[in-house]
């Protein structure tokens, strides 16, 4: 389940598998997931493959060096 709360949005998970490393979940909204991933990797972070999903979110994630994985996502709606 996912509430938006305004500046962010609230996901709660049933299985603390489903919700990322050690059960936490990070995601950032900003307005351009593409520009502010190619930044990130332009500064030589880790970041996966920008994923659309049409008419709904742009979103990558930014795995730090302890392995924790931060989302970074643009909606699209």
Known sequence: MEFDVGPFWLQLAHRPAEAGHRGITVNISVPDAGAERQRLADLGHDVSELQRFDGVVEVF???????????FVTELA
């Not at 994630?61 to 989302?71: F, T, V, Y």
């Open 61 to 71: 994630e930014l795995r730090d060096p302890d392995g924790n994985e931060i989302s």
